[in-house]
């Protein structure tokens, strides 16, 4: 479309520039493999044949999040292996087949490819550490898995919080999911996943995936 001036620019409404943007990621993209089987459908919310209302509540504030995601936070932590990551899943999926340009990743793959970028120093757009960043951030719905899983330091704590306070300064949805308590992260970033204005934290204390009975593992993860 064009603008005032007669130039063109990316039409806010249909947002396809910006889905062009988000498909150049899919080589790094955490959204691969059974990822791309997990839904809402498929989640398991049964443990020792009985329904567990934790998982009952998780899967819920999930599919409200994927329902209702603009200007939206969801914060998911709790121990390893009770289905957070294909709650993340099932979401992307979710938001990705309503039309809204959803990046997937884990905390360590965002990081490893930002990474890899400085150590090339690639010099095009698409290409530079700058555009990967910008198009992180700019994500019209971004969901990280696995926050706090990276080997912390000043850079990476750096590359998070400027990710999340260009996202939180926006209130552009954003599906967080991390194994630690919310305080163990940067007091910066722990304030921002804690807002009760527009984001909803959901403590995931199911039991561990890998301790079902077999018959109700098909399809859990």
């Known amino acids: 479309m064009l603008d005032a001036q007669g130039n063109l620019k990316a039409c806010p409404v249909c947002g396809v520039a910006q889905a062009r943007k988000v498909e150049a990621m899919r080589a790094f993209s955490s959204h691969a493999g059974i990822a791309l089987r997990q839904t809402f459908f498929n989640f398991k919310t049964v443990f020792n044949g009985q329904q567990d209302d934790i998982l009952r509540d998780c899967?819920?504030?999930?599919q409200d999040f994927a329902d209702h995601p603009q200007g939206r936070w969801l914060v998911m932590w709790g121990e390893r292996g009770n289905g957070k990551s294909?709650?993340?899943?099932a979401v992307a999926n979710h938001l990705s087949n309503a039309g809204l340009p959803t990046l997937f990743l884990t905390m360590p793959d965002l990081l490893a490819s930002l990474k890899q970028?400085?150590?090339?120093?690639?010099?095009?757009e698409q290409e530079s550490y700058s555009g990967r960043m910008k198009?992180?951030?700019t994500a019209p719905a971004l969901i990280l898995d696995d926050l706090g899983a990276e080997s912390a330091s000043s850079w990476s704590d750096a590359v998070l919080f400027e990710i999340l306070?260009?996202?939180?300064?926006?209130?552009?949805p954003t599906m967080i999911v991390t194994n630690c308590p919310l305080d163990a992260f940067d007091p910066r970033i722990t304030s921002r996943l804690q807002d009760t204005d527009f984001v909803t934290v959901v403590e995931n204390r199911a039991?561990?995936?890998r301790r079902r009975p077999p018959e109700e593992k098909q399809s859990a993860r």
Request: proline fraction near 3%; charged fraction near 25%.
């Open 135 to 137: 198009i992180i951030k």
């Open 59 to 62: 899967l819920e504030a999930a």
């Open 165 to 172: 306070d260009h996202r939180y300064r926006n209130r552009l």
């Open 86 to 89: 294909h709650l993340c899943a």
């Open 207 to 209: 039991p561990d995936y």
């Open 117 to 124: 970028l400085l150590d090339l120093q690639a010099n095009t």
